[in-house]
């Protein structure tokens, strides 16, 4: 039995499979497509989907993902996740399963004579630095050089390894970030592919040559992006609101549950966050990505809806919270994104309109929501933070002193190893046992410099790799292909990473799985979209 060309399928599962939007047929497949595959397909989108919200909800909440019970609980998340991605690629590839996506058109395109970078190109070239990250701390945890045993605080040395490749000085370290890296590079692989596919109401639409989201000059953003946009814009809420509870309350219990060992006082942590600093960065890179959201939102409903507003007010209340946890740093940071964000949203709005001329009451109504949150949101954050943060602004001074001293100290282990440095996730282990003068010189488990620890433990080699992968995600929006992606959305989104690279410099984001991850969901969302979507593509 054939059915549309393609031999093997039986003809009770016929129609189930005719059914299929957005179906192509290959024809000449070794394997061939039968109805289940396509529920396969599906029922791993929809645990992918949950999986994807579980996670973003999950990371914050369990104190920041700063464990080991939350980690490997984040872990097997992403394997699973890696797991449905590999499912969902074997049907598309080997059973020649097509269901529409937001890159449909891509072939085609770039046959017709694309010049400079595609998206193809950046992709390849993205998996390719995964790859090479994962295989760069897999090699240097099994050509390890020393072992450190923490019960006798000693390094046990290897005799026989390879010089000449990536090593490590704590291989059980170096393992814990391997499965770490893994674990994140799936996720995002995984979330990156969920959201280019097309729900099947977005399928029907296609198909009847129609869109449901009104005029196609201002398109909303695709479902599952909006999805989960909403579910980061809720989620950030809600953890700005208890954070804000628990700092008035003043009982230095995280989520009034735990007193952690570390940072005790009420005024030193925030929200589920041991440090306050953590918990800033992590509201710095969300509230600027859920005003984009509520900006293409406002954009395409207009005054249509009201409740996409909830997300500006909530977003007032995450750009509020750096302030509140009283992290200088957070505080510092959240005052020029907000200076940054209104000259640009203020440029390209009032350029833009030059150009293209829209309804002068939206646009007012539009630039008065943006002043109403710049204005509150910096209110609400000096209203009950300043009266604690201003003795610390005060000595600002001395906690970069004090900071400068401890990259003085560690910065010579970036000068003993620069190519391949002392292993991903090393450095309080090499720093606390080869390189402190004396035995009161303060241990760090942390540099407080992202930057200067990731050149220690992976080498000029490793961190050029890292800085080639953003560096291709920062490029794709340029590449034609995939979602559209508004320049005030992309500006936002850039804010956000921006904020959070200055807050690395003094202090360690990278080290916390929670900001990670977050990190990584907004960089899955940035390499999916474009300028340009192809033409076609709905």
Known sequence: MEVGGQPG????????????????????????????DVQLYRACEDLTEVLIYAMVVFGPWAFGTTQSWSVWIMNG????????????????????????????GQRSEEVRGQRGITA????????????????YCLTSAVNA??????????????????????????????????????????????????????????????????????????????????????????NGTLLGVEGIAQRLQGGGKLLF???????????????????????????????????????????SLGSRRKAHHLILAGCAVMAACPIISTSRAGALITVGIVALAVLALSATHFLLAAQQPQDRRTRQFTLACLSLFFIGALALGFALGWKTLKPRMAHLSEGFETREAMYEAARPMAA????????????ETVFGQL?????????????????????????????????????????RWFAPGGIHGGRRFLILIWLGLAGCLVHARYDFPFQV??????????CAILFTLTRRPWRGAG
């Not at 890696?82 to 449909?104: F, N, Q, T």
């Not at 010089?163 to 291989?171: E, G």
């Not at 003993?416 to 450095?427: A, I, V």
């Open 513 to 522: 799985h929670s900001i990670v991850f977050l990190f990584l969901v907004v």
């Open 77 to 104: 998340a992403g394997y699973l996740l890696g797991v449905m991605l590999a499912c969902k690629l074997s049907i598309r590839r080997l059973k020649g399963y097509h269901p529409s996506r937001w890159e449909d």
């Open 120 to 135: 193809s190109h950046l992709t390849v070239l993205l998996a390719g630095l995964t790859i090479a990250i994962l295989g």
């Open 416 to 427: 003993d190893y620069p190519l391949f440095g002392t292993g991903p996730g090393t450095f």
């Open 257 to 299: 549950l735990v007193r952690p060992r570390v940072n005790p006082g009420a005024d030193t942590q925030f929200g589920p966050y041991a440090y306050r600093a953590n918990a800033s960065q992590y509201f710095n890179l969300l509230w600027p990505l859920c005003l984009g959201f509520w900006w293409t939102l406002n954009r």
């Open 9 to 36: 399928i039986p003809a009770r599962d016929a129609d189930c499979v005719a059914e299929a939007p957005g179906m192509k047929w290959s024809i000449g497949r070794t394997h061939p497509l039968r109805a289940r």
């Open 145 to 234: 050089r020393a072992t450190f045993h923490r019960e006798v605080l000693s390094f046990d040395y290897r005799k026989q390894y390879i010089p000449w490749l990536p090593h490590s000085f704590d291989s059980g370290r170096t393992w814990l970030t391997f499965w770490t890296y893994l674990g994140l590079a799936l996720s995002f692989w995984a979330i990156r592919d969920w959201l280019l596919g097309k729900t099947e109401g977005e399928e029907r639409s296609l198909r009847r040559k129609t869109s449901s989201f009104g005029d196609h000059t201002a398109v909303l953003l695709p479902a599952r992006l909006r999805r989960l946009l909403w579910v980061l814009a809720l």
């Open 435 to 475: 390189y402190r003068k004396q035995l009161d010189t303060y241990w760090p488990a942390q540099l407080h410099n992202d930057w200067l620890e990731t050149r220690i433990t992976l080498g000029c080699l490793g961190s050029g790799l890292i800085a080639l992968a953003f560096v291709a995600v920062m490029l």
